[in-house]
């Protein structure tokens, strides 16, 4: 299983390894008055000399650009694309930083492909002893690349960048890094030390995770209740990390909502994630925050994967381009995100010399700000610091992991549960009229693949999109304050089986009962819960199919509440021909808050699409197991 950064690249196909007009630069510098006026007798304080763009010593040619982070306060910049933002569509850190909430002393561990620790703008924010790199023959105690990888270091400067330049979500925290994805380094005993069995990672707070596995036309097997596993065996790290109150994972959601390796042009066409979070095995554990990304409009990032597994959604932008990429014909110009580089005009996604850096003729993928020669570069960008065309995923999840610093900073009692609770509770519900597609099955039934914003019994909003919505600093700062109601140790776990006909004997290769074809009901199953748990915090499905084609497959939980979740959606990128499927797990936070006591019911459901049409044969369902956690 190999590990990849969620950005995209300025062409619009998801790449390895890859980032994912002027923008009015006056409109800002009230919000860069009152975030100096924060600092005052602070060593953050370059960039912050009265109304000038001059710094300190520190980067005597380097003029803020502060302005131009729409995420941290959106004034409708464009961050120099084509495209610009919707006034108010931000972070919410504002007020925060005027009350010196800023992340001093969290401890954030970026997992990736390395971290430029000398880059002027994190420097300071290091701590040595949370530094490491995987690769082979690389000194183990300094994560910076050797290459041209800086997909980790533009996540640094987004959670806590000191102000030279950019800004940080937490410009205070206390940043650690490792050289995490690189070519041998997905081993078992890698991914351990990595989550907290190493002593680099054994002390921090947050761990930003910007990746996930390839996604391909298959299906990832996970059995969650096998101690052996390494996401088993990780997810137990973290939740004894912290003293026992948890680490605080935050991982990105996937940028596969337009197509997934190995799935046809057009093959994703009803208005739904071609790709899903669920694939990623990690991503389908309570303990891991998915987070999908919004772009400087307030609404879906155009690539951006959705999923009941997401919890909440961060900035990821857009593609920060001249003009919109023809890939598809769905991606928008609007900015991207503007953050650290690796330091220097001789590495990094912003070099001299880059023979994959658009020209000025190719404004599909241009950014002027990215263009070493173009006069907007010379005036601002004079040392290849910074990027502004940073998107994906693997960008909306620092966003949210430095939110989540200035929350353990306002609270350090907070569990890994708390975080989860707080942040749920407080996101900001948006795209609220947005309209669900619907498709036509083979017998005239109409069905909808994934609704839209649904309202639980508990009260809570979800939508696979965004989750509970877009992440607010201010509101989960607040609650993060006044929160004393703390959820500790692990979460109750509550687990029932249901079975095939004849699924129970050895003979389970032949076993399990028939799913009708292009009906919107399915094939339903009752399973009876009688445990009284209160109240849902996270719910895990694990199904075993026969001869399933996954693209036509559609998997829907509904509670006894009568809430209803689609964890896994049909008219998706997966494969489309007959294959057994063991072991695949799937998560939803659409319940939570709920009482899980009652009778739930699963729906499989085969829209029965086929190219060619030919008579399908029906899948076979053999066995699922329930999984609802919570207090």
Not at 190 to 219: C, E, H, M
Not at 246 to 265: H, R
Not at 568 to 587: K, Q
Request: charge should be negative; aromatic fraction near 8%; glycine fraction near 10%.
């Amino acid at each position: 299983m190999q590990t990849t950064p969620w950005a995209i690249d300025g062409t619009g196909a998801p790449n390895r390894y890859a980032k994912a007009g002027r923008a009015n630069a006056l409109a800002n510098r009230g919000f860069r008055r009152f975030v100096c006026a924060a600092l005052v007798g602070s060593a953050m304080l370059a960039g912050c000399n009265g109304d000038s763009d001059s710094v300190n010593s520190n980067s005597a040619n380097q003029p803020s650009l502060v302005q131009y982070q729409w995420h941290l306060q959106n004034t409708g910049q464009s961050a120099f694309a084509k495209a610009a933002g919707t006034p108010g569509f931000d972070l919410d850190v504002a007020s925060l930083f005027a009350q010196g909430e800023t992340g001093t002393g969290v401890r954030v561990l970026v997992l990736d492909d390395g971290l430029d620790i000398h880059h002027p703008d994190l420097k300071d924010r290091i701590d040595s002893s949370m530094l490491y790199n995987f690769e082979a023959n690389a000194n183990s105690g300094d994560p910076t690349p050797l290459n041209n990888d800086a997909h980790g270091t533009t996540i640094g400067g987004i959670i806590g960048a000191t102000g030279i330049g950019v800004r940080g979500v937490a410009p205070r925290v206390t940043l650690g890094g490792a050289r995490y994805l690189c070519k041998a380094c997905d081993t078992t005993k890698n991914k351990l030390d990595a989550f907290g069995a190493a002593s680099f990672s054994a002390n921090a707070d947050i761990i930003n995770a910007s990746f996930g596995i390839d996604s391909t036309t298959r299906v990832e097997q996970f059995n969650p209740d096998d101690s052996t596993n390494q996401n088993v065996l990780a997810a137990r790290l973290l939740e004894k990390g912290r003293q026992g109150k948890g680490v605080v994972l935050v991982k990105a959601a996937g940028n596969d909502y337009i197509g997934i390796e190995g799935s046809t042009e057009g093959q994703c066409t009803a208005g739904v994630s071609c790709g899903n979070a669920n694939y990623d095995p990690q991503n389908t554990m309570p303990q891991t925050i998915v987070v999908a990304a919004v772009n400087a409009l307030g609404k879906k990032s155009s690539y951006s994967s959705a999923s009941s597994a997401v919890l909440v959604s961060g900035f990821g932008g857009e593609w920060g381009n001249q003009r919109a990429a023809d890939w598809n014909g769905v991606f928008d110009p609007g900015p991207a995100i503007l953050t650290t580089d690796l330091a220097g005009c001789g590495r990094g996604d912003v070099r001299a010399g880059n023979a994959d850096a658009p020209l000025p003729s190719n404004l599909d993928g241009y950014n002027p700000f990215d263009d070493p020669g173009s006069s907007v570069a010379r005036s601002l960008n004079p040392s290849c610091n910074y990027t502004a065309k940073m998107n994906g995923t693997s960008a909306a999840t620092p966003t949210v992991a430095g939110v989540v610093a200035l929350m353990l900073h306002a609270n350090p009692n907070l569990t890994w549960r708390d975080v989860r609770a707080i942040l749920m509770k407080t996101a900001r519900r948006i795209d609220s009229t947005r309209q669900a597609s619907v498709m036509p099955l083979p017998d005239g039934e109409s069905y909808t693949p994934e609704p839209t914003w649904t309202q639980n019994h508990a009260g809570f909003w979800f939508d696979n999109w965004y989750g509970f919505g877009l992440v607010d600093a201010a509101a989960a700062v607040s609650m993060a304050r006044n929160y004393t109601t703390y959820l500790t140790g692990p979460m109750k776990s509550v687990k029932e089986v249901a079975m095939g006909n004849g699924c129970g004997g050895k003979d389970f290769g032949a076993c399990g009962d028939s799913i009708p074809v292009g009906v919107a009901n399915g094939y339903p199953i009752s399973i009876q819960i009688s445990d009284d748990l209160a109240t849902i915090e996270a719910v895990q499905l694990t199904v075993h199919l026969g001869q399933a084609r996954m693209s036509n497959m559609a998997i829907e939980l509904i509670s006894p509440s009568k809430t209803r979740s689609v964890l896994l959606n049909a008219y998706s990128g997966l494969y489309n021909t007959p294959d057994d499927v063991f072991y695949l797990t799937l998560a939803s936070n659409a319940f939570n808050g709920e009482s899980a006591k009652g009778t739930w019911t699963l729906k499989l459901i085969d829209v029965g699409q086929s190219d060619p049409p030919t008579k399908l044969e029906p899948v076979k369902f053999k066995l699922a197991t329930l999984n609802v956690m919570g207090h």
